[in-house]
């Protein structure tokens, strides 16, 4: 029987047959509702978490973690010595000043100013937004736009631009070492979008299961699922992956470059070893190089795909480079898949053609590359002083995964991963547990560390996001 | 047992089952696969259409569509005299002078200058593209982006910008009696993206069916099917879409203020008959707005939606107005499917952000109101001339659905729309029979017509088009 909670008018059910995870994101769910449905009002005091597990009989910190997530996500404000409330925005609608827009008088409900925001942002996956290059993208977009044919605004190639892929032919093969043909390439509504087509298309072909990392982003996971494919993790350890256990299964998705989230690079024999697996087993590799311009200390590690064009698919993205709003990524697909992902994206382009034609322009004119460079410089810094800033103030914690990328994972002491983030949501800052990035079914061992994006924060909150943090350290 | 046909190395394989739209259409698919792969190389001449149907064991007019659809996409020529050829510049991958952009020198395979492009294209459809209001967008995207707070180009709300949401619900309201609260509009990659998405929708709830019109769009049709609807059309007469025979279907999809392509507004007790039907068994009414903001002689008709919010959901689209290189469209949700919806389109935004915040911008300022003013200015003086070219030149031909968008139906007399077709096709003019927009289980009786896309065609190109069309009529 499910179990359900009605405090507040909160109808709750939660499934008891569901993992830890399920709970939680069940939970996490149903109070995102009720907050933004109106039936938790604003400034709603929430029971405190040991109370509402209690009522529940379930977990304690399963109830921490989503309060944590959700005032991470706006919906929630904890302060020390008034407990955990709704936000006084709510419903959080963030209607920003915006230009010279006015909000008609005509509107019905106007959406109130979002007040609930934390004041520090350190979740990985976002890279600093406000030095988004918006002059150079501008001037790039006002010679695509004035150079472009009137027909390139119309219906369009469902593998989207033949600009952008063949800008991005170029790019590839001289920044990531990707074998690439603009043909081949497929323009995507970011890398999720990728996945929907290329989970469609392994459904179609009869797969039932894919494997993926004991680590990695959930939101991918799920869309597999909602192709019709179960997630199998392969067992994890420093040198990454380890695809000994792939046998006949239709794909692997993997971030070999950077591993997301531990930020190890994929071993030299387990890359090989893949990419032998797929040619024996006819297996496809889906290589996701998500922030595959970032790199540091190490040599530059090429992409897996350059290894073999028939067996691997190449995703990239313009969200970590540039910003994920522009909503456009890239597969490099191997010449047989062609036909049926454009198949499966439908009868046309999905993507804005604008932004396509900008893009190019962007990357063919250099201003890509002065841009990842400036990306890369700030990056480095940030991480240089994150890692002294710990090594002075928290000695006890260990850093990793800090040669590429712009996240880092913090190893803490045994028991402490959930008491971090809680203690983080009270100080308004918003943080990623490691363990929201572990697969239900992870083969490893479970560590407490926390994920930070140190990419996230502007650089006038920089400084102000590390003292935070130091804070809440152990 | 499938039949095959392997001449010129194509190996063709019709299901004799599938019904004559359906023969065309896996005709086409493969003729277009052997061209764009090369199997058929350019310059080929292909057999006649009399002699490959004989050979198929097929109608020759089945043939003959299928080669004027692929004369009309580019891919092969038609001239008198010399046959039906591929094209000389495939596979047609339409790689156009790009501003300063340079075709790298490690290009692998340079793509060609498609040269097989019609002379006149007056295929529904696509709005005066060379007419886009390149400034005033640039200027837009200036101030917008210029504007937003760095936050807006991250991952972001489903529904799609907050600022957009908010112009088009003013506007919406205003232009087209649309009860709109920004909270319950969603932006989707154009109204096909939107039909994915209430698709898939409707099938989770349980759905099978739908009900669509006798005439329409295919593509809409077959993404309804893909979503796992079977369409259902209703009987067809002069006042619209019969909705009589709506029986306990979950949705019906319509056209309500200019049916496309037939172009009669439903007829007033037929939309009262379609909201009450959905009162009555809580079916859903799809409102296709598709040109809404082009209407000519007639009074203002409003969107059906106005009548009842909660059981229509109205699908608008700026594919017309500015242009489907955009591909941004909305829909104005009942309050109840909004979660739905929302999950379906994923975690996150698809829509690139800065077009949206432009086009949020462009609605804001002004300048779509005079777009749309300019446009409808130039379309109806199109049509003008269009109505008196056709009653001097081609006096057998009756004109109908003139009194809003930009198509027109010429009725001509029976028998002679596929030669009709054929013979534009072979003069470099596009154009569409009704045929291609009838269901294929329509209940109507057929008519010999041609679907005319009066807006498709640059200024410059406008007269010669019409010339061309004069030409070829009965």
């Known amino acids: 029987m499910a179990k359900s909670w009605a405090t507040f008018g909160v109808d709750l059910h939660l499934d008891p047959t569901a993992t830890s995870t399920g709970v939680r994101r069940g939970l996490t769910d149903a109070l995102r509702d009720a907050v933004r449905t109106g039936r938790l009002a604003p400034g709603t005091r929430l029971p405190s978490s040991r109370s509402l597990a209690a009522d529940l009989g379930i977990a304690r910190n399963t109830v921490a973690d989503a309060y944590a997530d959700l005032v991470a996500e706006g919906w929630l404000t904890a302060r ?4 955990t409330r709704v ?6 609608t963030p209607l920003r000043q915006w230009g010279s ?5 005509t509107h019905p409900t106007p959406p109130r100013r979002l007040s609930s925001r934390p004041t520090y942002d350190l979740v990985p996956g976002t890279p600093d937004l406000a030095a988004f290059p918006r002059t150079e993208w501008l001037k790039a977009a006002r010679r695509a736009l004035t150079n472009a044919p009137y027909q390139a605004l119309g219906y ?3 593998r989207g631009r033949v600009e952008l892929r063949t800008a991005l032919a170029a790019y590839l093969s001289r920044a990531r070492g990707v074998r690439a043909d603009p043909e081949h390439i497929l323009i995507s509504a970011g890398i999720s979008g990728g996945l929907r087509l290329l989970g469609a298309v392994l459904r179609a072909r009869g797969a039932h299961t894919i494997a ?7 939101v991918h996971w ?24 792939l046998t006949d299964e239709p794909g692997v998705l993997l971030t070999p470059a950077h591993q997301f989230p531990m930020g190890v690079p994929l071993h030299h024999d387990r890359r090989s070893a893949v990419v032998d697996w797929a040619r024996r087993t006819g297996g496809l590799v889906l290589e996701d190089d998500y922030d595959g311009e970032f790199r540091y200390d190490r040599q530059p590690i090429g992409a897996l795909q350059g290894l073999d064009p028939n067996h691997v698919v190449y995703l990239g993205t313009a969200s970590k480079s540039l910003a994920p709003g522009l909503r456009l990524a890239w597969m490099v697909l191997p010449p047989s898949l062609m036909e ?7 009868g046309t382009d999905t993507c804005g053609v604008l932004d396509q034609l900008t893009l190019a322009e962007f990357i063919t004119s250099g201003a890509y590359d002065r841009h990842v460079r400036a990306a890369r410089l700030r990056y480095r810094r940030r991480r240089d002083t994150l890692v002294e800033a710990l090594a002075q103030r928290a000695p006890d914690v260990h850093v990793t995964g800090i040669a590429a990328g712009f996240h880092a994972v913090l190893s803490l002491p045994p028991g402490t991963e959930q008491s971090v983030v809680q203690a983080a949501a009270w100080q308004g800052l918003a943080l990623h547990a490691l363990s929201f990035y572990r697969h239900e079914h992870a083969l490893v061992d479970p560590l407490d560390a926390l994920v930070v994006g140190y990419g996230t924060p502007p650089d006038h909150a920089w400084a102000g996001a590390v003292e935070a943090l130091c804070r809440v350290l152990p």
């Not at 936000?87 to 959080?92: Q, R």
């Not at 049926?340 to 439908?346: P, Q, R």
Request: net charge negative; hydrophobic share 35%.
């Open 222 to 245: 799920q869309i597999l699922d909602e192709a019709g494919l179960r997630t199998r993790p392969l067992p994890f350890d420093e040198l990454g992956a380890n695809p000994g256990q």
């Open 80 to 83: 020390q010595g008034s407990g």
């Open 340 to 346: 049926e992902v454009a198949k499966a994206k439908g």
């Open 101 to 105: 827009a006015v909000v008609p008088p």
């Open 156 to 158: 369009g190639d469902p």
């Open 212 to 218: 993926v990392e004991s680590y990695g982003l959930a």
């Open 87 to 92: 936000g006084m925005g709510a419903p959080p």
